[in-house]
């Protein structure tokens, strides 16, 4: 991620950037980012300022550091338009890409591009057995758009068909699967 000269690119500086934000209002040093993570402050530092690479394994362990999403994380790397987002933004099918494998059960894509006050994420699975419980600090509204998953929220579990939704608030443990493939519309607001 980082252009020749050691000067970090665009991508790179724009995920460096939301990283410190988060870690920021979470109000977590890099010492305490690093402790929590395994990784070393000066590497995170570096990450921060768009000087490193992260791998996958890397950047999820940071994304669940910060109680947010690798899905999220991977949003923040989009170009933007200028400064501030776009007021009216188009996305076609064709132009989205898939979240890297590794970051969940399936695959998940963003909606919309570059800093929003919200992320709205689709997100398609077939994962059969519930997988890890998630925890973060944004709210969360989730939208069946098909199949018909469990989903289990602070505990308790809810099967949802098509069409039904739920919303958790910040700090709600969660996570869903299903015996059938299943489609959800994620909107996740963002923490600044």
Sequence with gaps: MTAAGGE????????????????????????????ATGL?????????????NLSLQSLRRIAVAL????VELVAAAEPGEGASPRRIEVVRAGSR???PEGFARGE???LARGARPFTPILVESDAVEP???????????????????????????HTLPAGDSVYYAGGVAHRW???????????????R
């Design 40 to 52: 070393s402050h000066p590497f995170l530092s570096q990450v921060e300022r768009g000087l490193a």
């Design 131 to 157: 997988g890890e419980t998630f925890v973060h600090a944004e709210d969360e509204f989730v939208y069946v758009v098909a199949g018909s998953p469990q989903v289990e929220v602070d505990g308790k579990v």
């Design 8 to 35: 970090p690119d665009e991508a790179a500086a724009r995920l460096g950037t939301r990283l410190r934000e988060l870690r920021k209002a979470r109000r977590l040093t890099l010492v305490q980012l690093a402790d």
């Design 108 to 110: 998940a894509v963003s």
């Design 67 to 70: 109680e947010t999403s690798p």
């Design 97 to 99: 890409r898939p979240t």
């Design 177 to 191: 699967w299903s015996e059938r493939p299943y489609r959800l519309l994620v909107v996740k607001q963002q923490v």
